[in-house]
């Protein structure tokens, strides 16, 4: 079992900037892909970044490219995700996963963190 606990979330306005982060802990966290996804109100969960076990790669939704930056540290078993130039369309629930494999599918995530709420006002 890996637990998976985001943070960092909150209110921002548009063209503001947050961190999320998400601490695991049980099995090495090195073994597995991370993945952050969002949910809007309303809407299917939709991928938003992972990066590899090693950090070496990474991919991004056409959404947030340029805009959002995902990282890890293995050393402190965290995942984190600079968000800037945030939009409105961006306020959503924010997600962190972990998984075997790269994925954009929610179906390949094996495990979930709460969730944090990320809310951009206008």
């Known amino acids: 079992q890996v637990q998976l606990v985001e943070s960092g979330g909150g209110l921002v306005q548009a063209g503001g900037s947050l961190r999320l982060s998400c601490a695991a802990s049980?099995?090495?966290?090195?073994?597995?892909?991370m993945g952050w996804f969002r949910q809007a109100p309303g809407k299917e969960r939709e991928f938003v970044a992972f990066?590899?076990?090693?950090?070496?790669?990474?991919s991004y939704a056409d959404s947030v490219k340029g805009r959002f930056f995902i990282s890890r540290d293995n050393a402190r078993n965290t995942v984190y995700l600079e968000m800037n130039s945030l939009k409105t369309e961006d306020t959503a629930v924010y997600y962190c996963?972990?998984?075997?494999?790269?994925?954009?599918?929610?179906?390949?995530?094996?495990?979930w963190g709460q969730g944090t709420q990320v809310t951009v006002s206008s």
């Open positions: 996963a972990a998984g075997g494999g790269t994925s954009r599918y929610t179906q390949r995530y094996d495990y």
């Open positions: 049980g099995r090495t966290f090195s073994n597995y892909v």
């Open positions: 990066i590899s076990r090693s950090g070496g790669a990474t």
